[in-house]
C-alpha cells in the first residue's frame, strides 16, 4: 500500500524553500544531466574509430585485458560519454583512449543554470591533475573554477594553493587519499569559497551561473608494472552528476517546463531551464522586472531583502514602462519608471495629462479610463490637427474657422482646407455686385449677388443685363427685339449691337452717321467722319458735328490753332494764341501797307498769285493721293486688326476658302510715301515762311524766292510723278481690301445670325428641375455665366429628406452605392473570418478528440498498471509481514527489515499528500461533460455553418440587386447579423473547447510525473524484492546455522552447568582448603593454580551476564519496532479506502473520455 501512495505523490515533489517574501529564494537542486544526455561530450574515448585493448590489474601481481569498441552505443563493450548519466545505471561507464592526458568532458546548456555541486565517481585511478571551467555566455568566454591535484606544486606550479580571499581568487586545491585508487570526487562552488566572508546570494550570483561546464583532466595517474607488465593509463568514470537548478537571481522558488520539442530517450528533464518569476520580475531566468513594474532599477534578491520590482503609476492606463535613469536621478532616486503606450487619451511619464486632441473631464481622478475625453474638432479647421482647450475641452480654430468643432468658415470665407494656415480662403467679392454684408458659400465661395448679378465673385451682369456699376444691381438692356441682333447688350456701356442700318443704345434711331426718322427715313450724313463724333451728324437736321480741332461744313479741315494737316490736326504750342494776335495786327498793318504802295510799284507783272495758288493745289493733290480717303493711321491699324480677325473667323467657317496674301508690302509703300509727303511738306513750309519773309523786303526778292520755289515745286513734282506707281499699287492693293472686307461683312453676317439663334433657348428651369437648384440668371448655350448647379448646404439630399432633381438624386445614388460597395466588401471580410473561425473550431474540437482519447488510453494504462502495482505491493506487504511473523525469523533479520522499512521516506508527509489528493479531485471536478460540450461544439458549428450560408445568400442577393439600393442595405445589415450570430456561437464553442483543454493539460501535468514515478518506484519495488529475497535466503542459512548453534548452545550449556557444579564443588573445596591452610600463599604453585581458575571463572560469568542483558535489549528494541511497523501498517490501510475512492472517480472520468463520439 506504501508503494500507491507514493505513486500519487511523485506528481509534484515538495522541497522546503525559504520564504520569498522575506529575500532572496532558490528553486530545488537536481541532476541536470537528466533529460539533457545529447549535450554532454568528451574529447576523448576510446574505441570510437577502431576496437582498443587496455589492461587493468586483477589479483595479486596480475593483469585482466579487455576490449573496448564504443562504434555502436549500449553494448557490452561500448564506454561512451552517455554511459555516466545516472540513469544509465551502475553496470555501464565512460572511458577515454589509453595514454591521453589532456581530456575534457563539456556539459552545454541552451539556458543560464545554477550549479550546486559536481559529482565524478572514478573506476579508474583518480586524476593526478585537473581543473574545472565555465561560461555563463555560451562558450564565448571561460573562467576556471578550481584546480584540483594530489600535489598542487608538480601538477600546476604556478597556481596558489590555500583558500580562496575573494569570489575571483582561483587557487589549487589538493585531493586525498590514494591516487591509484578510485573514488569520488566533489566540487561545490559555494562550498569552495565558504571562507570568503560574502552573502550566500552573492556567491550564488557570482559563482553559480553557468551556460557551459568544462571539466579537464590534465594529467593520468599511471600504476606500477605487474610482473614487468605496465597496466594501461586512462581515465574511467561510472557516474557523473551536475547538480543545479534553474537560475533566477534569488527571485523564484522554482522551475517551469520549457515546452522542448525532442525529449530524451533516456530519461525526461529533471530540472527545467525557466523561473517561475516572483518579486514582479520576469523573463526566463527573471533577469528582468515585469512589464508594469519599471519604477526602480532591476536587482537581485539577497537574504533580506527581495528587491521587489516596484509597480509604475501609470494611473490605470497603461500596462508597461520602462526604466529611465534621468528620470530616476531628477527625482532623487525614488521613481524612475516612464510609461509607454498611454491609452484613453492619455500621455506623459506617468499618463499623467491628456493629449493635445484630448481635454481632462471634469471633477473625474485621472486613473478612471474616462478621464480624458477626445476632443470633438475637426481636424482640418482646428489648430494641431483637432487640439482642444485640455481644461474644458473647446476647440482652438484657425484665424478664418468658426463653430463648437472648428468645422464652419466664418461668414465672408469658404473652402476649408488643412492644408490652409488659416483654414478657410477670404471670399474676394465685387462690392458693386454684392449685398452689403458680402458673405459667400462656405463651401463654393459662391457670393450673394445683388439682382441680375451673377458670378462666384458677383464681377458681371446677367444675360440680357447691364450697368453693374451701380451698386444696385444690374439693370435689363432692352434691345428692340427686331432692329438688335440679340437682346444681349454691352454690360459697361448698355449699347446693344443693332442691325445694319439702326442705331442709338437701343436700336430705336437711326445709326450712327446718318440723321432722320425710322419713319421718314434715315440718310447719310455728308461729313467727313475723320473730323467728327462718332454719331458723325445731328440727327435730326444732318449738321456735321466736328471734333476740337477739325472746322468746315463736313469738318474736313483743321481750326486755327491747329498744325499739321487734316486729318492730324494737332493744337499748336501754347504760346501760338501770343503769336496769332501778333501776326493779325502785322497782316492788317502790312495790308494797309500794301494798299498804300499799290500805285508806286508799276506796271510789270508782279502777281505771283495764280501760281503759288497752283502749287498749293499740287500739293494738296498730293496729300490727297498721299491720304487715300483720309483714314489716319490708327484707322489703318484697327482696320488691319479687324481683318486680321476676319480672316480667322473665315477659315472656321469655310477652311477651303482661298484668301488674298497679306498686306505687308502695303504698309512698307505707304510708309514711304508718308515719308516723302512729310519732306515735301516741311519743304514747302519752310518755302512758305520764306516766301512771307521775301514779301516784307522788296518785289525782286519776292520774284527770287517765288522762283526758287518754283524750282522746288518741279522737283517735287518729279518725286510725285515717281510716286504715282506705288500709289497705283496702294490703289489695287485697296480695292483687293474693300472686296475682303464685303466677303468679311458677309461671313460677320452670317456669325451674327448664328449667334442669335445660339441665344435661344433658356435653359435656366431644365436647369432648375436638374439641380433642385433656384437660379434666376439666364443660361443659354451662348452664355451660362456661373456654376450650373449649386452645390451647397441646401441643395445636398439630407438623410430622411426628399431629394428631387437628377443632380441631387444621382449624387445620393452615388453616395448610396459607394457605401454599399464598402459595406458589402466589410461583409466579405466577415464572412472570410467567419470562415477561418468555423475552421478553426473544428481543428480545434478534432485535437480536443484526439487528445481527450489519448488521455484515455494513458489513463487506463497508468489505472491498469496502477492495479497491478497495488496488487502486487499488497502481495509483498502480506509476504513482509508473513516473513516478519514466522517464529523462525531471528532477531537480526527482523531488526534489518524494520530498519530498511524505517529508513522509507515517503516524497511528502500525510498533509501534502491530502492536500495533491485533493488538487486531483478538483481537476477531476472541473472537467465538463465532454459529451455534452463536444456535442453542443458541433450543434454551434452546425449552425454557423448555416448562417454563414444565410450572409453568403445574403450577399449573393444584395449583388443581384444591386439596383435596388435600399434592398441592399438591408440585405447587408441581415448579413451582419447573421454573421454576428455565427460569431458568438463560434466564440462560445471555442471558449468551451479551451477550457476542455486546459483542463486536460492540468491532467496531463499530473499523470505525466505519475507515469514517470510510476517507473522509478517500480524499479525501488524490483530492488526492494531483490533485498528481502536475499534476507529470505540469509534467514534459511541462519535458520540452519541457529539450529547449529542451538546444539551447541546446548551443549555448552550443559558443560556449563557441570562446569558450574565443578565450580562450586571446587569453591567449597577451596573454602575448606583455605580454611584449612589458613593462607593461600602458602599453598605454593597448586595454590596459585586454583586463584587464576577463580578469576577466569568470575570473567566468564560477567561475560555470561552482559550477553544476557544485551539479548534482552535487543528484544526490546525489536519488540518496539515491530510495533512501529505495524502502526505504519495500519496507516497505510486507513488510507487504502480513501485511495480507492479517487481511483475509482478517476476511472470514472477515464470512461468519460473514452466514450466521447463525434
Known sequence: MWLYIILLGFAYLVNAQQDCSRGGCYPAVGDLLIGRTDHLRASSTCGMGRPETYCTPFGEAQLKCCRCDSQEPFTAVSHRIINVVSSIGHLRWWQSENEVDAVSLQFDLNRKFQLNDVTLDFRSPRPAGMLIERSSDFGKTWQVYQYLAFDCAASFPHIRQGRPQNLEDVRCQELQGNPTHGGKIRFSPMAMVFSVPVSKSEQIHELGQFTNLRINFSQLTHLPPQRYRTPSAFYAVDEMRVHGSCFCYGHADRCLPDNELERDPFGDIQIHGTCACQHNTAGVNCERCADLYNDLPW???????????????????????????????????????????????????????????????????????????????????????????????????????????????????????????????????????????????????????????????????????????????????????????????????????????????????????????????????????????????????????????????????????????????????????????????LGTQMQTFQNTTSGQIGNFDVDFGPRVNNVEAELQRIQRLSSGSGISDSEILRMENRLTKMREDMSQLKPDQHLVDSFGSLSADLNSLRFNFNNINELYERKVTQHGNSISTNALGLFSTVNAAYQSSLEAAERVTVAQTTVSQSKESRRGVNGLEGTTQEALLDLETLKDELSYPNLTP?????????????????????????????????????????????????????????????????????????????????????????????????????????????????????????????????????????????????????????????????????????????????????????????????????????????????????????????????????????????????????????????????????RVEKLREGTAESLQQAGQAKHGAEEAHRKAMDAQQGLDAVKDKYALLKNRLGQASKLGAQGQKVTNIKIEADQLFKESENILRKMNEIEDELREGQQSVMNKISKLQDLEDEVRGIRDHIRTKADNYATCRD
Open 299 to 585: 536587482s537581485p534578491a539577497d537574504e533580506n531583502n527581495p528587491n521587489v520590482c516596484k509597480r509604475c503609476n501609470c494611473n490605470n492606463h497603461s500596462d508597461k514602462c520602462h526604466f529611465d535613469p534621468a528620470v530616476y536621478e531628477a527625482s532623487g532616486r525614488e521613481s524612475g519608471g516612464v510609461c509607454e503606450d498611454c491609452a484613453d487619451g492619455t500621455t506623459g511619464k506617468n499618463c499623467e495629462r491628456c493629449k493635445s486632441d484630448y481635454y481632462r473631464k471634469p471633477n473625474q481622478d485621472m486613473s478612471n479610463r474616462d478621464a480624458c475625453i477626445s476632443c470633438d474638432c475637426d481636424p482640418e479647421g482646428s489648430v494641431e490637427g483637432g487640439s482642444c482647450n485640455p481644461m474644458n475641452g473647446k476647440c482652438i480654430c484657425k484665424e478664418n474657422i468658426g463653430g463648437e468643432r472648428c468645422d464652419q468658415c466664418k461668414p465672408g470665407y469658404y473652402q476649408l482646407s488643412a492644408a490652409n494656415p488659416q483654414g478657410c480662403t477670404k471670399c474676394d467679392c465685387n462690392p458693386q455686385g454684392t449685398e452689403r454684408d458680402q458673405t459667400c458659400d462656405s463651401e463654393t465661395g459662391q457670393c450673394r449677388c445683388l439682382p441680375n448679378v451673377i458670378g462666384l465673385r458677383c464681377d458681371q451682369c446677367a444675360s440680357h443685363y447691364w450697368n453693374i456699376v451701380s451698386g444696385k444691381g444690374c439693370q435689363m438692356c432692352g434691345c428692340h427685339t427686331r432692329n438688335s441682333y440679340s437682346p444681349q447688350c454691352n454690360q459697361v456701356t448698355g449699347q446693344c449691337l443693332c442691325r445694319e442700318g439702326f442705331g442709338g443704345q437701343l436700336c430705336t434711331e437711326c445709326s450712327d452717321r446718318m440723321y432722320g426718322t425710322l419713319q421718314s427715313g434715315c440718310r447719310e450724313c455728308n461729313c467727313n467722319f475723320q473730323g467728327t463724333f462718332e454719331n458723325g451728324c445731328d440727327k435730326a437736321t444732318g449738321k456735321c458735328l466736328c471734333r476740337p480741332g477739325f472746322v468746315g461744313e463736313r469738318c474736313d479741315s483743321c481750326q486755327r490753332g491747329y498744325t499739321d494737316t487734316f486729318p492730324n490736326c494737332k493744337p499748336c504750342h501754347s504760346c501760338f494764341q501770343f503769336y496769332d494776335y501778333e501776326l493779325r495786327s
Open 766 to 1026: 431644365t436647369i432648375n428641375r436638374i439641380c433642385e437648384g433656384v437660379r434666376t440668371e439666364p443660361c443659354t448655350p451662348e452664355n451660362c455665366l456661373g456654376t450650373v448647379c449649386h452645390r451647397n448646404n441646401i441643395t445636398l439630399c439630407k438623410v430622411g429628406s426628399s431629394c428631387r432633381g437628377a443632380f441631387p438624386l444621382s449624387m445620393n445614388a452615388l453616395k448610396n452605392t459607394q457605401k454599399t460597395a464598402k459595406e458589402l466588401q466589410d461583409l466579405n471580410s466577415q464572412l472570410l473570418k467567419n470562415t477561418q473561425l468555423i475552421k478553426e473550431a473544428e481543428k480545434t474540437s478534432n485535437q480536443i478528440k484526439d487528445s481527450a482519447q489519448q488521455l484515455s488510453e494513458q489513463v487506463t494504462r497508468t489505472r491498469t498498471r496502477m492495479e497491478q502495482d497495488i496488487e502486487s505491493t499488497r502481495q509483498f506487504i502480506q509476504q513482509v509481514r508473513d516473513f516478519l511473523t514466522e517464529p523462525s525469523t531471528d532477531p537480526a533479520t527482523i531488526q534489518k527489515v524494520s530498519e530498511y522499512v524505517l529508513s522509507i521516506r515517503l516524497p511528502v508527509d500525510a498533509f501534502s499528500l491530502q492536500r495533491k489528493i485533493n488538487e486531483i479531485r478538483n481537476i477531476a471536478g472541473k472537467l465538463p461533460n465532454i459529451d455534452a460540450v463536444l456535442s453542443q461544439t458541433k450543434e454551434d458549428i452546425a449552425k454557423a455553418k448555416k448562417l454563414q450560408s444565410e450572409a453568403e445568400e445574403a450577399r449573393n442577393t444584395a449583388i443581384r440587386v444591386e439596383e435596388n439600393v435600399d434592398g441592399v442595405v438591408d440585405n447587408i445589415r441581415q448579413a451582419k447579423k447573421i454573421l454576428q450570430e455565427a460569431e458568438d456561437k463560434i466564440r462560445g464553442s471555442s471558449t468551451s473547447l479551451l477550457q476542455i483543454q486546459d483542463r486536460m493539460q492540468e491532467i496531463e501535468q499530473v499523470l505525466g510525473p505519475v507515469e514517470k514515478g510510476l517507473t522509478d518506484v517500480h524499479g525501488q519495488l524490483q530492488v526492494f524484492t531483490q
